[in-house]
């Protein structure tokens, strides 16, 4: 059985997972794919109702239940998908009236049992959903005398969620208990570039800079120490994966994945990823999903990569070129073509188009 060489009209901003199956939304077609990563097979495709030919209106969701819920970017409502029926909810109790018209607005949304928290791009609020009862019990602004940018990586230590800052040295701190939100400065004797990783680990926040730097941080506290024993395989990276007493990061910038034992310092992890024309601004992966011993994370050109954290092994997990992948190919590419000029892009190239149109 053949497989996709091309994956660009596969790329999601975020995976999730369903019954052992992954869940991927495309921000190029605005279609939801469920892949059995096993038998290396699109499940089934979903088109998102409502948002027409545009592409990057949904880039959050999460997973609960048999549900998928859609957070909107360039859209206008939370989308509440059913996963076994395909039948979709619009969640109108929503959006606040200074969001609504506003694009870039929701970026990341963080699951924590039935609650979601869902953090603003362009609109400076966080949104609290109750997914069990489909309504939104709770919005927080916060001011700002700039632009604030969260990263999309965070971790949970005791009962506060820590999401570091990627354009200042802060973190902001959602308490799971108080429903309190609080924006902490966080100095660390050099620049101000912020944040873009973070982990933790005996009872202390690690947090790496935009070039890879490392600092150790109590939250107790408004100082961050500069780790000085991380000066070998230096990387940014927006995404951390804690396993056993293994620390996983994957490469902003770079074809590549660390790992370190224990105390040891980051070694790269062999493996075969090479990306071709990917554009030299923006991230080379995006934000993946731990199940077990296991991690799955796409690249920016779609394809979906799989570590062991076990064995420190990386593998494709490649898709196989059989008719519904095939069919869902094809109704973009014909939908596209009656809109506008097509051409070679992440997305697709001459062969799509030549099989296609």
């Not at 999730?16 to 199956?21: I, R, V």
Request: glycine share 4%; hydrophobic share 35%; charged share 25%.
């Amino acid at each position: 059985m053949d497989k996709l060489m091309n994956m660009g009209l596969y790329a999601s901003q975020f995976i999730e997972m369903w019954n052992e199956n992954l869940i991927l939304v495309s921000y190029v077609s605005n279609q939801i794919y469920i892949i059995d990563p096993k038998e290396h097979v699109i499940s089934d495709v979903i088109s998102i109702n409502g948002t027409g030919h545009e592409s990057t209106q949904y880039r959050s969701f999460c997973c609960y239940n048999n549900f998928l819920f859609l957070f909107p970017y360039n859209a206008q409502d939370i989308i509440k998908v059913d996963l076994i029926s395909k039948k979709q909810f619009v969640i109108r109790e929503n959006i606040t009236i200074k969001s609504k018209d506003v694009d870039r607005k929701f970026y990341r949304v963080i699951r924590y049992n039935d609650i979601a928290y869902v953090l603003g791009e362009a609109v400076n609020i966080i949104m609290k959903v109750d997914l069990e009862n489909d309504n939104c019990i709770g919005l927080y602004s916060y001011d700002s005398d700039q632009d604030i940018y969260w990263s999309s990586s965070y971790v949970i230590y005791g009962d506060v969620i820590y999401v570091p800052c990627r354009t200042r040295n802060a973190a902001l701190c959602i308490n799971i208990k108080t429903d309190s939100v609080l924006y902490k400065d966080i100095s660390t004797n050099g620049g101000n570039g912020g944040f873009l990783d973070i982990y933790e680990e005996d009872q202390i926040i690690h947090l790496f800079d935009e070039i890879g730097n490392e600092y150790l941080w109590n939250p107790e506290e408004s100082k961050a120490i500069y780790e000085k024993g991380n000066k070998d395989n230096i990387y940014t990276s927006r995404q951390c994966v804690k396993y056993k007493n293994k620390i996983f990061r994957i490469a902003l910038h770079e074809d590549l994945v660390l790992c370190r034992e224990g105390k040891n310092s980051f070694n790269i992890i062999q493996s075969n990823i090479v990306q071709k024309n990917v554009p030299s601004n923006g991230s080379r992966f995006q934000e993946g999903i731990q199940h077990g011993q296991f991690y799955y994370f796409q690249s920016r050109n779609g394809i979906i990569y799989m570590i062991d954290m076990e064995q420190n092994i990386i593998e494709e997990v490649w898709i196989k070129k059989d008719s519904k992948a095939l069919e869902s190919r094809k109704e973009y590419f014909i939908s596209y073509a009656k809109r506008d000029i097509l051409k070679e892009s992440e997305e697709y190239d001459l062969t799509d188009l030549i099989e296609f149109v």
